[in-house]
């Protein structure tokens, strides 16, 4: 017995999973709706899209950077999706265009902090001004529907499958995927390297520039399918649509277990990591708080989970 | 001006680090206008020592006494407001300003609580004369070279005016001429009754400048001597303190033709130019030299680490093709580190992921890491390089450096190479970790694999290696086989070369 309560105690994502076993209690206690099905439909569609970009986030945080710009490429994918099914193109074929032209930001983001040595910071900071100035010119500032005949495609976003959305059951399966090849492969098994000591991998003859190339294309095309995800549930792409999602799958992914210096996280804790964000906000929402608060508060959790953090380490590394 | 007054003396000092006692009780004492080396092995407490009487560290128990009023330093500066300044062998100097204000930090002159420039860099202009050097006091930290930033922070620790100053290595990145500059200043603050520790792994500076040396070893206090009583080799003994020739496994009686590695005009400039060796199946090859000498420069360029400008370089008879690591490892030449910490090993991963790093690839099954094969990998290097560690998903940063030093080795045996270049492969690790990796790499190169050593530690060079690269300043002096290798040989070809510059100068 005592055995079992060790391994779960162990289990990385333990902290985070108590906390939301106890908010979702304290909460349903409050507000008995908070666990009414439709509430908790809302609530899963709304943290889907941002849950798919924090897989991404997590694995560029484990490699020791990170990127600023899946906002704006998750906008950019959304509009450049509904702008090719105006100009007749089919929409799927239109999702697939704008996936691919979102990797290919991602790769020149990619050889500009791998093979250059650029900033991880500054350089995708600028790719987010790039990308989000980009969609602001396409589409001159306002929102653009979907045409009509692309129904079969918005049911990606609006549809059920067996009750459950669809964009949920996609974004778990990602996350359950997402989680199985951090964990398990070798591929990833090289970003831990290259994000835990950068130097000491090159010496392992591992390619640390490919390996960073290939994270950033790896977060652009996670973004640019949210993005695309989006475009299907509402049937409008705004020139604001991703904005300020890069700072929120940063935070679940830091409250999940990753660190901002490399080499550590799952993608079990940022997934967790965003349904705490959304539950908070959820709740925020069901108690009438004024959603200027919202952003106040998210960032009060942020610096307590790192606070938290920071010390539970510095206690194992004192034993 | 020697004086028989003690300025600074300790009693007993012990200090322990997780998992090693590093000093065992020591006791030595400083005389005013003394310059005394403490010389040892690496790992031997010397600079743990001086750490302790400057400040960086506090003693476990022991006291320091400096003029024999007992004092607790809490941190350096408490030390050098008693007086007791150290130049560490690093340089820790803030790189993106002045040179004034790097030997000011902490006490730039102010008038009405704005820096007072003028008098800064009159004050920084006085500290540097005596160097004879053109660093002016403006300059920026960041724009000098490694010499001249060591010579700031020697006038850093000079204008603080102590009376104990300690050196720990300070000519490791001076020339020749700078370090002759270093010697007079040091011998003009003795004279004027300042006591000075020297530490050096050079022997030749230590007999040049120093009136008496104190032998430490393993922790312990061993001996001190005026320099007058002493030579080379008996200070040597005493700081290994045993027969070196039995410290390391008998050497190889085999004189096989087979060529593992042909190295022919290779040249990184300005570190080192066309050095040519070969090294043959059966023997250990050891490069040695100063540190500066472009050894470890070398050994990465030879792997494709870094860009070599020309050379070749050969393995089993044939060219290696693409100079860059990963082409060197797939033809099974590998780099053990000569720095664990910085480029060695993934500090905060477990043993296993260590261990299997360069074969991240290979080591799977569908694209998956294959979970068993790396466990029975692990237990077997656990077993053959008798390493401890309580299971393979121990976080590496908690292992003695004895244990962190093998699973290096091991990551690379995994690999089954045919050259191993080891760089300082037992740097700061215990005496019997120590000797097991000695036997180790002897049982390596008797199974045909090609080992070379580069190593700062003359009894290792000379006690394990069948066949010695001499180095100096980037160009290969001389090579020594068999019955050649002794200490004063090895010594004597570093020495000899010095002297021919010297002449030809």
Redesign the interface.
């Known amino acids: 017995m005592k055995n079992i309560w060790g391994k779960v105690k162990s289990f990385k994502e333990f902290t985070i999973s108590i906390i939301i076993i106890f908010l979702v209690i304290a909460i349903s206690i409050k507000t008995p709706v908070f666990l009414s099905s439709s509430n908790i439909r809302t609530t899963a569609i709304g943290l889907a899209c941002n849950g798919i970009v924090a897989i991404g986030m997590t694995i560029a945080l484990i490699s020791g950077g990170f990127d600023l710009s899946v906002g704006s490429i998750m906008g950019l994918s959304a509009v450049l999706t509904v702008v090719f099914a105006n100009m007749g193109i089919n929409v799927w074929l239109s999702a697939l265009i704008a996936i691919a032209i979102s990797i290919l930001v991602g790769g020149i983001t990619g050889e500009l902090i791998g093979r250059y040595g650029l900033n991880a910071f500054i350089t995708t900071l600028g790719v987010q001004q790039i990308t989000r100035g980009a969609v602001y010119v396409i589409t001159d500032g306002s929102s653009i529907s979907l045409p009509g005949g692309t129904e079969s495609f918005k049911n990606l976003g609006q549809g059920s499958i067996f009750g459950i959305p669809i964009i949920v059951l996609i974004f778990v399966i990602l996350a359950i995927a997402g989680d199985f090849f951090v964990k398990?492969?070798?591929?990833a098994?090289?970003v831990?390297?290259v994000g835990?000591?950068e130097?000491?991998?090159?010496?392992?003859?591992?390619?640390t520039k490919k390996v960073k190339v290939k994270v950033y294309m790896l977060t652009a095309s996670l973004a640019a399918f949210a993005g695309v995800l989006s475009a299907s549930r509402f049937g409008v792409a705004t020139s604001n649509s991703g904005s300020g999602v890069e700072m929120v799958v940063i935070s679940a992914a830091v409250i999940g277990g990753a660190s901002l210096s490399g080499?550590?996280g799952t993608i079990m804790g940022a997934v967790l990591g965003v349904v705490m964000l959304s539950i908070i906000n959820n709740a925020l929402v069901l108690f009438n708080v004024s959603v200027n608060w919202q952003s106040l508060i998210s960032g009060m959790i942020l610096i307590i989970a790192i606070t938290i953090d920071n010390f539970t380490h510095k206690k194992a590394q004192a034993v | 001006m020697l004086t028989n007054k003690c300025i600074l003396r300790t009693e007993k000092i012990v200090k322990s680090f997780p998992g090693t006692k590093a000093l065992n009780g020591v006791s030595i004492q400083l005389n005013e206008g003394e310059i005394h080396a403490i010389v040892g092995e690496n790992g031997a407490g010397k600079s743990t020592l001086m750490n302790i009487i400057s400040g960086v560290f506090s003693a476990d128990s022991g006291k320091i006494l400096v003029n024999e009023k007992e004092v607790h330093f809490r941190n350096t500066h408490d030390a050098q407001m008693a007086g007791v300044g150290i130049v560490h062998q690093e340089l820790a100097l803030c790189t993106h300003v002045t040179v004034a204000d790097n030997i000011y930090i902490g006490r730039l002159p102010e008038k009405a609580g704005i820096v007072d420039r003028k008098r800064l860099y009159e004050m920084a202009e006085e500290a540097l004369r005596p160097f004879m050097t053109d660093i002016k006091p403006d300059q920026i930290v960041s724009d000098l070279s490694v010499a001249q930033q060591q010579i700031i922070e020697i006038a850093k620790v000079l204008s603080l005016n102590c009376k104990v100053v300690i050196f720990d290595e300070p000519t490791s990145s001076l020339n020749e001429k700078e370090a002759q500059i270093l010697f007079g200043i040091i011998q003009s603050m003795a004279k004027q009754g300042v006591g000075i520790f020297y530490i050096s792994h050079k022997l030749s500076e230590i007999f040049f400048l120093c009136h008496k040396v104190t032998v430490l070893r393993d922790g312990s206090y061993i001996t001190s001597n005026e320099i007058n009583n002493l030579d080379a080799d008996h200070v040597v003994s005493q700081m290994v303190g045993r027969d070196v020739g039995k410290m390391y496994p008998d050497k190889s009686e085999l004189h096989s033709k087979e060529e593992l590695m042909k190295v022919e005009g290779v040249t990184r400039t300005p570190h080192f130019s066309d050095v040519s060796f070969s090294l043959k199946s059966g023997e250990i090859l050891g490069l040695c030299g100063l540190v500066g000498s472009g050894r470890t420069e070398l050994a990465r360029a030879i792997c494709g680490i870094d860009k070599k400008t020309a050379g070749t370089i050969y393995i089993k008879g044939t060219k290696l093709k693409k100079s860059t690591y990963a082409a060197a490892l797939s033809r099974g030449l590998c780099y053990l580190s000569e720095d664990r910490k910085l480029d060695g090993l993934f500090l905060n991963m477990d043993v296993s992921d260590n261990m299997i790093a360069p074969q991240v690839d290979a080591i799977t099954k569908r694209k998956l890491l294959d979970r068993k094969r790396i466990a029975k990998l692990v237990q077997k290097y656990k077993e053959e390089l008798n390493i401890i560690f309580s299971s393979p998903n121990q976080e590496i940063k908690h292992l003695s450096g004895g244990n962190q030093q093998k699973i290096m080795i091991a990551k690379l045996l995994a690999i089954s190479p045919k050259v191993i270049i080891l760089d300082e492969p037992t740097r700061g690790i215990d005496v019997g970790a120590k000797s097991e990796i000695h036997r180790k790499l002897r049982e390596l190169c008797k199974q045909g694999i090609g080992i070379v050593v580069i190593s700062s530690e003359m009894s290792e060079i000379v006690g394990l290696c069948d066949h010695i690269v001499v180095m100096n300043i980037g160009r290969v002096v001389s090579e020594l086989r068999g019955e050649e290798i002794t200490q004063d040989n090895v010594i004597g070809e570093i020495s000899r070369v010095n002297e021919n510059r010297r002449v030809s100068k």
Not at chain 1, 184 to 187: P, T, V
Not at chain 1, 199 to 207: N, Q
């Open positions: 398990r492969s070798s591929a098994m090289k831990f390297y835990s000591n130097k000491a991998a090159i010496l392992s003859g591992i390619d080499g550590k």
